[in-house]
């Protein structure tokens, strides 16, 4: 994974939230020790046109242009474009040439209802020693991803969404020495939703398949089916104490059927609300300090 070349620019971004601890329930098995979630600037609440430039040493040059805003009262737009390039560490075969763009549209089907579409698209040149026993060789990656998310408000205390996504990662070096190219498919629902003022439920379900071909597997092309589901409750005990508890039940086409269990307990001193909902004779938020324990 080249993260410096993902289809993501600093100018898009609104906030990055880390989430602390095994999230495997909700997130899937990969989410071992945490999770990092990126979140894009809403093109109807950040009205802009922005351009930037940087220059630096080792011949760096970035340019990036921008722009967000309402196409009319229901449909929203952002556009952002960019190119980078750097010739890298002296003496070592690591330069980046990378044009990437992504955009985003959102548009409200109703008052509860909203559909948002996601794009992006690069193709940047790199190079990269392969290891010490192979000649150095520049390689050509070509990525592009489209998502499709619907949400739908229940009430105010009941939300679901459902995506659909696709990409595309094609590397290619020069002297043929590395070839992958690889196809990813996803749906994804979720529905969240308040039982009883104390539980916080949530459920969901996904399904991903990805297809690679490669000179490096054998067979050439190989394939990964994942299907999970899961499960949580999260229960709030009294003022500031929340209890949580779920399950996720997984399958992949390397290892079968994998169970995720999690158990969290989280208090919250001065906090004046629990999934959203005030606490009686609370009128300001207050956050003092923050406990989880979770196994």
Known sequence: MFWENDEIFLEDIERIEVIRGPGATIWGANAVNGVINIITKDPEENRE???TARAGSKNYRESIIRFSGSVSKDLSL??????????????????RRVPKATTRLK?????HSTLHVFAGLNEFETGVGMSKYTPLTDLRVRANYQMIRWEHDFSDTSSFHFQTFR?????HGEDKSVIIDEDKYEIDMHHSFLLFQKNRITWGANYRTTEVDSAFLFPET????????????AVSVFDGLRL??????????????????????????????????????????RRLLKTVFIC
Do not use: C
């Open 244 to 285: 949580a508890g779920g399950i996720k039940y997984e399958k992949n086409s390397f290892t079968g059927w994998d169970w995720s269990p999690r158990v969290s307990v989280q208090y919250s001193p001065g906090q004046s609300t629990i999934f959203g909902v005030p606490f009686p004779g609370r009128t300001e938020p």
């Open 49 to 51: 046109v922005m351009f």
């Open 107 to 111: 548009y409200s089907l109703s008052t």
């Open 222 to 233: 190989d394939h990964d089916d994942l299907v999970g589901f899961f499960l949580q409750d």
């Open 78 to 95: 952002s556009i952002t474009a960019g190119y980078r390039e750097d010739e890298g560490t002296r003496g070592t075969n690591d330069f």
């Open 167 to 171: 990409s595309e990662y094609d590397i």
